[in-house]
């Protein structure tokens, strides 16, 4: 798959609109845990495998996106090969890197290029990077088929690469450095971390709180402490599928206003940037459509990988009913989503569905209202139309009630209230 980069156009604005407004995660855990990443406080705990050079090693990217991590109550272990002038080449061929990528069920391992090679005219690109990136994959994925290759996108050089005229700028550079990260994403099936288009964010944005310049060591090529700063947030947002605004930890260099801005910038870049595709894996092609009558929506999922999980119709209801039919009792704007998973992973997707009518028929005057909810004491109040029974579940699918009771007092845990083709989480904490 080949990707437009639009902030290398002609025709690109000179001034971003920085907008702070944060899309939906793309890569969130299937319905069962919905309600515990809402409302849970647990540590999540990664396990990344860092693959590069001095770019990689420059200010410690592995120890900055820890401590982001650590910031925000999560635990990153890691374990590198960064040594200067690194080339994926060697890399696989390397006994170091190979038991190194053997050594664990790694959650990610990070690969990076040497900085110029991707860069460089196709055919060398295609003989000299290409099929080492395809090596490593494979002993990535035949160690833990759960793996993810996560490929650092680097940048241009802040003058470009006086080499040859195809990339003597830094727009020029950046943009072939671009399109080689995607093609060994596309064919790894792998993710990307687009710190490149977070450098070229900030050379165009005529607001910027960190100049371009100040990305750049005086070689014009390596990373100072703000350049990495801003890589370390992008992999963060990758890693834990997370916004970085509003992360406490900050470098020794790093002003708090600076840092809030980086933060921004890589939240812009992983969630806001619709022609910058992070992830490449098959689930992210499944998709939906649906078919309003006023309040009522039929829904119909298309997925081309893995198998159908459920829903939430952005309204508190969800369902495992591979094709519903839903009724909303309230007009607004809802967000839908679509869950799909394989044996590595559980992806959705979303659309927004607007209802701006609602039916008179009977199915809408159906109500199923629990309260309070979160309970902080297990007590819960059921209130549905007469002689109308529901069924309680844990969220791992155990029923632990039927009946008509108005009042439960349930354990603390998570549960789905069920009744006719209506369905509530429910917290008790």
Request: glycine fraction near 6%; charge should be negative; hydrophobic fraction near 35%.
């Amino acid at each position: 798959m080949r990707i437009k980069f639009p902030y290398l156009s002609a025709t690109y604005p000179s001034a971003i609109a920085f907008e702070t407004k944060i899309n939906a995660m793309k890569f969130i855990l299937g319905v069962a845990f919905i309600a515990l990443a809402m409302f849970g406080n647990g540590q999540t705990s990664k396990k990344v495998l860092f693959i590069g050079n001095s770019y990689t090693s420059a200010n410690n990217l592995p120890g900055l996106v820890s401590s982001l991590a650590a910031a925000d109550g999560n635990n990153l272990t890691t374990d590198a090969h960064i040594p200067g002038g690194a080339q994926l080449n060697g890399h696989a061929s390397n006994a170091t890197v190979l038991n190194k990528i053997a050594a664990e069920e790694w959650d990610f391992v990070v690969l990076q290029e040497q900085s110029q090679k991707p860069s460089f005219p196709d055919a060398q690109v295609q003989s000299g990077v290409y099929p080492y990136a395809v090596i490593l994959s494979d002993s990535i994925h035949s160690n833990n088929e759960c793996s993810v290759p996560l490929f650092y996108n680097t940048w241009g050089r802040q003058n470009g690469d006086p080499q040859w005229e195809g990339i003597n700028t830094f727009e020029k550079m950046n943009s072939r450095l671009f399109n080689a990260y995607t093609h060994m994403v596309n064919a790894a099936d792998g993710m990307m971390s687009p710190v490149g288009v977070g450098f070229a964010h900030i050379k165009q944005d005529v607001s910027a709180v960190v100049d371009f310049a100040s990305l750049y060591t005086g070689d014009g090529s390596h990373p100072t402490i703000h350049g990495s700063y801003l890589a370390a947030c992008i992999f963060n947002n990758i890693i834990f599928d997370q916004t970085s605004t509003g992360n406490s930890f900050l470098p020794t260099g790093v002003t708090q206003s600076q840092a809030a801005y980086l933060q921004g910038v890589a939240d812009h870049v992983v969630y806001d940037v619709d022609s910058v595709q992070v992830d490449f894996r098959p689930l992210t092609n499944n998709s939906f459509t649906y078919i309003e009558n006023e309040a009522e929506v039929t829904f119909t999922p298309s997925i081309v990988e893995g198998n159908f999980v459920s829903w939430d119709f952005g309204d508190g209801q969800v369902s495992t009913q591979e094709n519903p039919t839903h009724n909303y009792i309230n007009t607004g704007v809802y967000t839908v989503k679509l869950f799909s998973s394989n044996s590595c992973s559980t992806h959705s997707t979303q659309k927004e569905v607007i209802i701006s009518s609602l039916s008179v028929s009977d199915e809408h005057l159906f109500k199923l209202k629990i309260y309070p909810n979160p309970s902080p004491n297990g007590v819960i109040h059921i209130e549905l139309p007469i002689n109308q029974s529901y069924t309680v579940y844990t969220v791992l699918g155990e029923e632990v009630y039927t009946g008509k009771e108005q009042q439960l007092i349930l354990d603390k845990g998570v549960y789905v209230i069920r009744a006719k083709d209506t369905s509530q989480k429910v917290i008790v904490r």
